[in-house]
Structures are given as C-alpha cells and as structure tokens.
C-alpha cells in the first residue's frame, strides 16, 4: 500500500497539480524543507513489523541520551542523579528510571535546555499556552523540524490530503496580516480558506458556507468542537450541497456524539488526529478507523498508570481499561531534547492490529483534552482551542489560567501569577476580554495558588457552565 492512497486523487485540478509539482517543492528547497527522502522512508516504515519498529526506537533512545549526556548540562545531570548513563542502557527498565520532564521544567529560560553545538537563532522557535494552560517556549532544530514535516504529510495522506490541494479549515487568529512572502506561499501553495473560530457568529458561518461553495475544497480541517458547531450549523440551513471527501479533527478531544453528528451528515469521513505544539503530530487515524496511529519512528509514547507503572504499547495487556498519563520522548530534537516529556493528556492503547496492515502502535483514544465553547453576549460562540495563546503567551506574568464563564455576559479568570504580573499584565488581559467577547462582558479576576484539576487529572482550561445556550 502507498501512503497516499486513492482517496482524493479527483482533487487534482491544475492549480494543485502546479502546487505539489512546482511551487512546494521550490519555497521547501529555498527554506531547507524539502523532505522527499524521509517520506519515502516513512512510507515504507509504516509497514514495519512491531518487533522491528521496537529496536529501532531503543537504539534511538540510546542514541539521543548519549548526545544528551555529551553536550546537555541539564540531561546530563539528570542520568548521573539516578545512575543512568547511555552506554550502560541495556532494556527500556533501565530508561524508565529516568525522570519525567513536566512543563514547569519547560517555564524558565528554553536555552538551558539546549545541547551544546546548537544555536537558538538557527532552530525552529515556537511557543504554546498548551492545553493545560502552561505557557512553554521552545526549540526544534533543523533536522528535527524537517522530520516532523515529513510525518504530517504522511498522515495528511492518510487522510487523502496532499498540500496544494484545496482544504478549508476552522482555526483561530486567522484573521492577522502577513508579510507578502508568506501570503503568496499561502495562495500558491496553502491554498486554504478559513473560518476564525473567534468568529463563529451566523454571519461569519454563513459566508463561510458561501466560500465552501465557491472554492470548492475537498479537505476539511479544524479544532473537534468547531467542526461540531460548523456540523450543527450546516444541518440548521439545510446547505445539503457542502460536502467533504475528508474532515480531519485535532487539538481537541471529539466526542463519540460529536462524531455521530458530523459523519451522519457528512459521511464516515473523519479522520482524528493527536499532537501539540512541543512534539508537533503525535498520532492519527488512518483508512481503517481503528485507533490513532503513532508516528513511532520520531516519538517513543510511554503509558503511565495510577500506580507508576508503565505500560508499553507492545505489552500483551497494555489496553487495560483505565486511561493512564501520557508520556512522550522525541526521538528526533537534538537540539532540545524532550526525553520522558508528560504531555498532561491521557490514553488507552488499542488492542490487536489494525486492519490497514500498518505496524505502528494505536492509541484508542485521548482523554482530557478539553475545551469548552464559551459565548460572547451577543451569543456568537467562542473555542477555547482558539483563545489559549492569546491568554497565556502574551500576557507577562501568567504562569496557568483559566476561564470560567458562569452568566452570558460575565467571566471570571482564574490566574496563577508570579512576579512579573503587573499592572501591563491586567491590561492586557482586560484588552483580550474586550476584542474577543466585546464590551458587554464583565469578568472578575482570581488570582489564585492552584488551578484544581478534574476528577481524571486534567486541567481545563475553559469551562462554561451556562445552560440552554445554543
């Protein structure tokens, strides 16, 4: 089997034909992206036994641990502590004394953590409120960043989805200007239209459902709970026309009834998908629907139940019942490495093997990451998805928050502060209330010492607890 399938082949019109042939290759070739031979190497490795895919993670991890221990102070430190050095690394026991990185290792200055030979002003910068509400900064380095591209474009095939093809897509903050380079790579290569989930009021929707129809695409992606409102608001206008050959669903956990809703309208067409913004994709479904496929060859996943055991995807009663934490070493990122990296998600491995023929291991399914819809008093709707970096990243002083709304038009912000919360601070977020709710909406804020978590463990970071809005 080929990693791109016949899904989708009909969506090949010129402008996606030059796309994939000329204009991708040429701005991936001018900025160091180009990956031709590492997705052929994945499209291949997809197919690799469990056994065979099992010693090539472990001689991964041997591998990253010693660049670790030569040139990473922070790692270094961390395997002489417990007694753990690569050359003496002989089962996956032995790597499972080391600690978990959490995210408050993440909070200070990204470049202790990068290994010795790497400059910051030469790797892939990106940085994330992520889903429990932490802001973390950090950095890919080149090989790294290119890897993880390669991957995307697998499992975007999976999905029948090639970049150059038209794909419309529900996404926050879509809204803010670009330089002119990268709005023509976006026209020429991209060629997305988007809806802001800011933005989700019948006004935006239905010029939204106008463009879907004058652009044609074939591929929908988006944020699982703005998918669901989009679902429900295509059902409500009787637009039977919108079709989708694909839907891809990430950054959130899509319900068994939000799924039920989309694919009895549009088809068994959902593809969901797994990642965040420190790993990029972690895992996806493929054709056969059975499970998330992990991108084994550049992450290695670790399933941690209540009692600090560690279930292997590969252990024969790996599946219990129980969703167990979610920990993660990126096998590729060199630069700064993330090695046993606790997400703040959950899991379950999925048993037996997946129809599709693919080796890679399957997660059944996420838990815990979840978002509420919040709503502006006017009553458009608001994804939590889209407003965590506006509350986390670019206000100085907010270690984790949250919203909470409990009337339409009142809020109140929890906020776990350190020294740097000030004056500017309370600004800002009282800027974000105004341009994302508007100026009806009151909020009170709550510092506080401790964002409690839910009964599962996971942090939220918006709950909305009014009832009867729709």
């Not at 010693?55 to 990253?64: G, I």
């Not at 009787?238 to 549009?266: H, V, Y």
């Not at 209330?433 to 942090?459: A, H, Q, S, W």
Request: hydrophobic residues 35%; charged residues 30%.
């Amino acid at each position: 089997m080929s990693g791109d399938h016949s899904r989708g082949r009909s969506q090949d019109d010129l402008g996606s034909r030059l796309a994939r042939r000329v204009f991708v290759p040429f701005y991936e070739k001018r900025w160091g992206l180009h990956v031709p031979e590492i997705a052929s190497a994945l499209d291949q490795s997809q197919y690799w036994t469990a056994e065979r895919i099992r010693q090539t993670q472990f001689t991964a991890v041997k591998d990253l641990l010693t660049g670790a221990f030569e040139g990473n102070a922070f790692y270094r430190s961390r395997m002489e502590a417990v007694g753990v050095l690569p050359r003496e690394l002989q089962s996956w026991e032995d790597f499972e004394r080391l600690p978990l990185l959490t995210k408050e290792d993440l909070r200070g200055d990204p470049s202790d953590l990068i290994t010795r030979g790497y400059r910051s002003s030469e790797m892939f910068y990106k940085r994330t409120g992520g889903s429990t509400g932490v802001p973390v900064k950090l950095y890919w380095d080149r090989d790294a960043h290119r890897f993880k591209r390669a991957v995307v474009k697998r499992h975007d095939a999976w999905a029948g989805y090639v970049l150059g093809r038209k794909q419309a897509a529900l996404w926050g903050d879509t809204e803010k200007s670009y330089p002119l380079k990268e709005r023509v790579y976006k026209a020429l290569c991209e060629r997305t239209i988007y809806l802001d989930t800011l933005l989700m009021d019948e006004a935006h929707l239905a010029d939204f459902v106008e463009r879907v129809r004058r652009f044609g695409p074939r591929c929908l992606i988006g944020h699982a709970h703005s998918l669901f409102f989009f679902t429900e608001y295509v059902l409500s206008c009787g637009a039977d026309d919108i079709s989708f050959d694909s839907i891809i669903s990430t950054a959130e956990t899509l319900s068994a009834e939000e799924r039920a809703l989309i694919e009895g309208r549009f088809g068994a067409v959902v593809f969901d998908r797994y990642g965040c913004e420190e790993l990029s994709l972690v895992a996806s479904e493929c054709e056969a629907h059975e499970g998330l496929h992990l991108s084994a060859e550049g992450l290695y996943v670790e399933l941690i139940d209540a009692e600090g055991r560690v279930r292997h995807w590969w252990d024969d009663d790996a599946a219990a019942d129980e969703p167990a934490r979610i920990v993660v070493t990126d096998l590729t990122n060199r630069g700064m490495p993330f090695v046993r990296y606790e997400v703040g998600d959950l899991g379950k491995w999925a048993r037996g093997e997946c129809r599709c023929g693919r080796g890679l291991p399957r997660l059944e399914r996420v838990f815990g990451r979840v978002t509420d819809i919040l709503f502006a008093p006017d009553g458009r709707k608001i994804s939590g998805v889209s407003i965590l970096d506006t509350f986390i990243i670019h206000v100085p002083g907010v270690r984790q928050a949250q919203i909470v709304q409990d009337r339409l038009d009142h809020l109140v912000l929890r906020v776990v502060a350190d020294a740097h919360f000030d004056d500017d601070s309370r600004g800002r977020l009282d800027q974000s209330v105004r341009e994302i709710f508007g100026g009806e909406m009151r909020y009170d804020l709550d510092l506080v010492d401790r964002i409690e978590p839910t009964p599962r463990g996971k942090y939220q970071f918006t709950i909305c607890e009014l009832e009867g809005v729709d």
